[in-house]
């Protein structure tokens, strides 16, 4: 069955090859917008796109009546999986409290303790909630189990809900290890690698020697080196309490992405800068501004990182400790209100940039051949993603993807 979605006011395409292409100060010719288009599809992927004057005929037609529309956003950065309640750690730090990764291991309690079922319906809504707000493709991590039976029970039900699924058994020491952290990690990259590999596409390790819950660079080291030989790809939560080796070992290990990136010195900055060599094999620095907002820390610079030619990716690091928020939305007003991007670079990172983060070809974009993933807008212009910040004006086309 095809569809024709057309009476679409403003087209977000991220591709400046498509005919009918516009380019004006707020509108760069990446952005690939449309004015007066349409976009056929069929089984699921775009069959066409362009003004919609030129359009062909389909089966049904879908009239938008001049709202704007842009891909699908692409949350490359959750933690979905969990029970429990983290609202009154939240009080606390904005009374000053500091963040140091020591409240997962509530979360790693309320979720062993929590059924199947219980994980499931939690899941399900937040995913919901998701595309409620535009996001078409999430990134699932497990980390709130870290034992080997509820890793596996993570990634299983992650995997009911999206192919990206990572597992990240690294993302503390779990209480029962406090004093074994060697055994934890022999762990991690023994029975619970070889039991949780099936299910993953990606391994993540916090990297975070300023915490004595994550884990310092010889131990990320191993656990990533261990997952690679596994045969899954790499992701790195790196530089988020303070400098560290997160960017550096990303790099070295070609990483698909280096995540929060808020503490970064020059050379993580050079070294990312030589990492955009293509969209198969950059180490792309992800941002997450919900994170800052959440917890009083400082904005990374995403200005600096863009002039200097870094490929940056916007995500939500929905969780329920640091940022109990799924909108993307609210990542791309907070990316232009307080890290200097501008509302054309935010929504591209916040899609191609975040596809590219995933290693994704075929999303964060609307191009012939790649998933027919559209969010509508209630606003006639993408600008108005970062114009109107709390408003639920984006929402995910339903067209049978």
Request: with cysteine.
């Amino acid at each position: 069955m095809s569809f024709l979605v057309t009476g679409i006011g403003e087209l977000v395409t991220n591709d400046p090859d498509i005919a009918g292409v516009i380019e004006e100060d707020l509108y760069p010719a990446h952005l690939g917008v449309v004015r007066d288009a349409a976009v056929a599809v069929q089984d699921g992927r775009v069959a066409w796109v362009g003004p919609a004057c030129d359009a062909p005929a389909a089966d049904w037609r879908v009239d938008l009546e001049g709202r704007a529309v842009v891909p699908g956003f692409v949350d490359s950065h959750s933690h979905l999986v969990f029970a429990g309640d983290r609202s009154a750690e939240f009080a606390a730090r904005l009374t000053g409290a500091a963040y140091d990764g020591g409240g997962i291991a509530v979360s790693v309690a309320a979720t062993r303790a929590a059924t199947d079922d219980e994980l499931r319906r939690l899941l399900a809504r937040r995913v919901d909630e998701m595309r409620a707000q535009g996001t078409t493709t999430v990134e699932v991590k497990s980390g709130y189990g870290l034992s080997v039976a509820d890793e596996v029970r993570s990634l299983r039900l992650a995997r009911e809900v999206t192919g990206e699924v990572t597992f990240l058994g690294a993302h503390v020491v779990p209480p029962e290890f406090a004093d074994a952290r060697a055994d934890y990690v022999a762990l991690v990259v023994g029975e619970m690698l070889t039991a949780c590999a099936p299910l993953a596409r990606w391994i993540d390790v916090f990297c975070e020697p300023n915490s004595t819950h994550a884990f310092d660079e010889q131990e990320s080291r191993a656990i990533l080196t261990a997952g690679r030989d596994a045969g899954l790809e790499l992701r790195v939560h790196g530089n988020q309490l303070g400098p560290g080796p997160g960017v550096a070992l990303a790099v070295e290990l070609a990483a698909a992405s280096v995540d929060h990136c808020t503490f970064l010195s020059q050379a993580d900055v050079d070294s990312l800068v030589g990492a955009n060599r293509g969209v198969g094999d950059s180490t792309v620095a992800t941002l997450l501004p919900g994170v800052e907002f959440c917890t009083r820390s400082p904005y990374p610079d995403a200005r600096a990182l863009l002039d200097a030619g870094v490929a940056v990716a916007l995500a939500s690091d929905c969780n329920p400790g640091t940022c109990y928020s799924s909108s993307m939305p609210l990542a791309i007003a907070l990316a232009v209100r307080e890290m200097g991007m501008t509302p054309a670079e935010a929504l591209s990172a916040a899609t191609l940039g975040s596809a590219r983060a995933l290693r994704r070809p075929d999303v964060g974009r609307v191009a012939v051949g790649g998933r027919a993933d559209l969010t509508a807008l209630e606003a006639p212009s993408y600008l108005h993603l970062a114009y109107r910040p709390g408003v639920p004006i984006a929402r995910a086309l339903d067209l049978g993807v």
